[in-house]
C-alpha cells in the first residue's frame, strides 16, 4: 500500500535514502537458530542462502542476511512489489546492479546499512567505517597514489570524508575502483566539521523519535545537516575523454553528513570514528530525506 509520507518524497529533484542498523536486539533476534533459519527462508533464494551460510562467523551472516532482505524490503516497498520478492538486477561492465523503475545505490560501514534511491537520476552513495584498520597517523603515505596534488587533507576526519566522497563518486559513474582516484578532486571538505553535521541514528527504537507508521513497519525520519559546499574538479576525465564519463555531463553535486557522531577516544572498550555519509549525483538535490528502518519489527511479523 502506497504512504505518500515516504513515497511523495521521491520527485525528480530528491533524493531519498533508507538505513538500518544492525544493534544489538536486532543481533539477537537473529542468533537464535529459528529465527535465523526462519528469516534467511524469506530470500526464497537457495544460492543466496547458500553462500550466507557458507560465511565463517555469525556477525558476518546476520549482515548478510539483513542486508540481503533490508535491500529488497526498500526496493519492493517503493516498486510496490511484496516486501521480499526477488530483485531482477542487470549489471554494468563493473558490476553496478540497476533495476528497471528506480535509480539506486548502496553502501555498508560496520553495523550500518544505506541505501539511496532516486526517480530518474543514477546517484551514489557511501559510508566511512565506525571501526577500521587505517592508520589514524600514517594515512596520507598508505594512500597517496589516491590524492590529487589540490587536494588538501589536514585531519583523519578530512581523510575519511575524502574516501566516502572518492567512493560515491566512482559508484556513482558505476567503474567502481577501476579509474585512477587521482584524476579527480574535491575541494570545500574544510567546511564539513563532525560537530556542524551530525545527525544520528538511534541505537534501537526508542520513544525518542516521533516514529512513522508506514504500511506494516514503523520508519523513524532522520533529520541530518546535510553540507552541500563541497565541490568536484573532473575535468580531467573529461580531458582525456575517459571510457567512465562517456554520456555524462560534467557536472555533479556533493552532500555530506555524519550519520553517526564517534564515540571520542575516552570511551571504552573500543572507541569510535564518526560514520560520515556522502552522496553524490548528477543533479542539484531539491530535498534530501533520510529513513532509519525497523527490520526487527518487520522480520518479527514472519517468525
Known sequence: MQHPSVLNHLT?????????KINRDLECFL????????TLRLLNDLPAQAKIQSLASPPCKIKALVTHLFTRYVLNFLLQNPHFQEIVY?????????????????????????????????????????????SDVNYMDQFRPIFHDDESVGSYFQFNLLWTLKEAFTKLLGCGLNVDLSHFCFSGMESFTEEEYSGGISDGISGERNLEVVSDCEWDRI????????SINAD?????????????????????????????????????LPVIMSVITPF????????????LKILSQYV
Open 90 to 134: 542487470r549489471y554494468t561492465e563493473y558490476g553496478k546492479p540497476m533495476i528497471a523503475g528506480l535509480e539506486f545505490n548502496s553502501s555498508s560501514s560496520n553495523d550500518i546499512v544505506a541505501v539511496a534511491v532516486t526517480k530518474r537520476h543514477p546517484i551514489g552513495v557511501d559510508l566511512s567505517h565506525r571501526y577500521q584498520n587505517v
Open 12 to 20: 525528480d529533484s530528491s533524493v531519498v535514502i533508507f538505513t538500518v
Open 223 to 230: 533529520d541530518l545537516n546535510w553540507c552541500d559546499a563541497i
Open 236 to 272: 580531467r576525465l573529461f580531458h582525456d575523454h575517459s571510457k567512465y564519463v562517456e554520456n555524462w555531463k560534467n557536472e555533479f553535486y556533493c552532500y555530506s553528513s555524519v550519520l553517526e557522531p564517534g564515540s571520542g577516544e575516552e570511551a571504552t572498550p573500543t572507541p569510535s
Open 284 to 295: 542539484k538535490v531539491g530535498e534530501l530525506i533520510c529513513y532509519e528502518v525497523n527490520m
Open 31 to 38: 542468533q537464535d537458530d529459528y529465527n535465523f533459519e526462519t
